[in-house]
């Protein structure tokens, strides 16, 4: 992409409002825009972000032999009246003119559970596991931490329907290592850590995948040795010691919740009546498990954590491009060749081709933090070559340009 045609620019100053680190750096490198409290606008290069995080989660859930469907956000009242959640405070609640209430989505289960029903009727049509990425709405009190607390925000959730326990307790685990594996493309490995919660009446316990960030509103109880961790729910209970190793070593650390599992077990499929028949033609209610990943605040989470006095550092697999090209000085004929080059290898590549200082330039693209910055200069050029700049090391090298492709 030529950077002249962004419609979008880099901001000097983050918005007054902005008090969160992820918020002001996104703002200011022109990846989102605020609407309201907890309600932004992706731009261009934040879009592009967006969906690099949709397509990790997107290839992990379809290992798992997850399909993807796309639900509706607007849902009737009937629905969370049967499960007991209309009550729910933080659900946007609706009336269209003949006054029929509805309400805004902000978790799926009562939509899922429902049409899923319709088409499995016995226990060879198990298990199911579907997912869709969509839009959420919750009235937050404190929507402050801009991309990690939204009033909408954009969720991966996943649900997952099984004949017994056994099934779905196999299951889970497997979306553990998932999830793992989402966390560490998102270049978020080191900071994220299982995080044992209060299972609620069903299970003992169900998981959270906390990262630890001094913006964190959460608080979990690390483990050194086992790397594992509790949350604050459950901490009393287990007696201030690791589940594993029963040691009393434990860090508190601030954390923000990135991602969560739980064992359903029959919550919704009670209240909707969802039963299959076994091998013996036995009614059996079936169980459930659900799984969900914020892509916002995860969005917002990867910031957090990669950025510096001069900006954001994208991890490779979430950044919106690879290089940044940018020519300096009267250069534009062959930086336009290595751009066209780069192009056709289909390396995805922005090319900074604004009229501007190279002073500026430079700082813009620090600020937007693309790993790799390729630098076109009459000096470069002499030596055949171009200045090659890893945003997160600053490591600087000079590569020739037949080898920019291979880079
Ligand atoms: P929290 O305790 O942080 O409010 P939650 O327990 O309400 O989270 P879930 O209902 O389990 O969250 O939602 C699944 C995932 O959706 C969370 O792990 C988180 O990644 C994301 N999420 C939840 N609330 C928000 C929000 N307001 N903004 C952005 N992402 C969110
Ligand atoms: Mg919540």
């Given at each position: 992409?030529?950077?002249?045609?962004?419609?979008?620019?880099?901001?000097?100053?983050?918005?007054?409002?902005?008090?969160?680190?992820?918020?002001?750096?996104?703002?200011?490198?022109?990846?989102?825009?605020?609407?309201?409290?907890?309600?932004?606008?992706?731009?261009?290069?934040?879009?592009?972000?967006?969906?690099?995080?949709?397509?990790i989660?997107?290839?992990?859930?379809?290992?798992?032999?997850?399909?993807?469907?796309?639900?509706?956000?607007?849902?009737?009242?009937?629905?969370?009246?049967?499960?007991?959640?209309?009550?729910?405070?933080?659900?946007?609640?609706?009336?269209?003119?003949?006054?029929?209430?509805?309400?805004?989505?902000?978790?799926?289960?009562?939509?899922?559970?429902?049409?899923?029903?319709?088409?499995?009727?016995?226990?060879?049509?198990?298990?199911?596991?579907?997912?869709?990425?969509?839009?959420?709405?919750?009235?937050?009190?404190?929507?402050?931490?801009?991309?990690?607390?939204?009033?909408?925000?954009?969720?991966?959730?996943?649900?997952?329907?099984?004949?017994?326990?056994?099934?779905?307790?196999?299951?889970?685990?497997?979306?553990q290592?998932?999830?793992?594996?989402?966390?560490?493309?998102?270049?978020?490995?080191?900071?994220?850590f299982?995080?044992?919660?209060?299972?609620?009446?069903?299970?003992?316990?169900?998981?959270?995948?906390?990262?630890?960030?001094?913006?964190?509103?959460?608080?979990?109880?690390?483990?050194?040795?086992?790397?594992?961790?509790?949350?604050?729910?459950?901490?009393e209970?287990?007696?201030?010691?690791?589940?594993?190793?029963?040691?009393?070593?434990?860090?508190?650390?601030?954390?923000?919740?990135v991602?969560?599992?739980?064992?359903?077990?029959?919550?919704?499929?009670?209240?909707?009546?969802f039963k299959?028949?076994?091998?013996?033609?036995?009614?059996?209610?079936?169980?459930?498990?659900?799984?969900?990943?914020?892509?916002?605040?995860?969005?917002?989470?990867?910031?957090?954590?990669?950025?510096?006095?001069?900006?954001?550092?994208?991890?490779?697999?979430?950044?919106?491009?690879?290089?940044?090209?940018?020519?300096v000085?009267?250069?534009?004929?062959?930086?336009?060749?290595?751009?066209?080059?780069?192009?056709?290898?289909?390396?995805?590549?922005?090319?900074?081709?604004?009229?501007?200082?190279?002073?500026?330039?430079?700082?813009?693209?620090?600020?937007?933090?693309?790993?790799?910055?390729?630098?076109?200069?009459?000096?470069?050029?002499?030596?055949?070559?171009?200045?090659?700049?890893?945003?997160?090391?600053?490591?600087?090298?000079?590569?020739?340009?037949?080898?920019?492709k291979?880079?």
């Open positions: 992409m030529r950077q002249s045609e962004l419609f979008t620019k880099t901001l000097r100053e983050s918005p007054k409002e902005e008090v969160s680190i992820n918020a002001k750096l996104l703002s200011r490198g022109g990846y989102i825009d605020r609407l309201m409290a907890g309600v932004y606008s992706y731009l261009p290069l934040g879009l592009l972000v967006l969906k690099n995080i949709e397509n989660i997107r290839d992990e859930m379809q290992k798992v032999g997850g399909q993807e469907v796309l639900l509706p956000t607007l849902t009737p009242k009937e629905n969370w009246m049967k499960t007991d959640r209309w009550k729910y405070p933080e659900m946007f609640k609706l009336r269209n003119r003949a006054e029929k209430e509805y309400s805004l989505g902000w978790t799926h289960e009562e939509i899922i559970t429902p049409l899923v029903q319709k088409f499995v009727n016995s226990y060879k049509d198990l298990p199911v596991y579907v997912y869709q990425f969509q839009n959420k709405f919750r009235d937050e009190l404190r929507a402050k931490s801009g991309m990690l607390r939204g009033v909408e925000f954009m969720m991966k959730d996943l649900y997952s329907f099984h004949r017994d326990e056994k099934d779905l307790d196999s299951f889970y685990l497997r979306m290592r998932a999830y793992f594996n989402v966390f560490e493309r998102c270049g978020l490995k080191k900071e994220t299982l995080t044992l919660a209060s299972g609620g009446a069903f299970a003992k316990y169900s998981h959270e995948f906390q990262m630890v960030t001094s913006f964190g509103e959460d608080e979990i109880y690390l483990c050194k040795k086992c790397k594992i961790a509790v949350n604050k729910e459950i901490i209970e287990e007696k201030h010691s690791c589940p594993q190793c029963k040691s009393k070593d434990l860090e508190v650390k601030k954390s923000i919740e991602g969560n599992i739980f064992k359903l077990q029959n919550r919704f499929t009670k209240p909707f009546g299959v028949k076994d091998e013996k033609g036995d009614e059996k209610e079936l169980v459930m498990g659900c799984y969900g990943i914020g892509l916002s605040r995860l969005m917002g989470a990867v910031v957090e954590v990669h950025n510096d006095e001069n900006g954001i550092i994208w991890p490779a697999e979430v950044a919106p491009f690879r290089f940044h090209l940018i020519p000085g009267d250069v534009s004929k062959e930086a336009d060749a290595i751009y066209q080059d780069l192009q056709k290898a289909g390396i995805k590549v922005l090319y900074d081709d604004r009229d501007r200082s190279a002073g500026e330039k430079f700082a813009d693209s620090d600020l937007m933090g693309i790993p790799n910055r390729l630098v076109v200069s009459a000096k470069t050029l002499e030596k055949k070559s171009v200045e090659l700049k890893e945003r997160e090391s600053g490591k600087i090298s000079l590569v020739k340009l037949a080898e920019v291979k880079i």
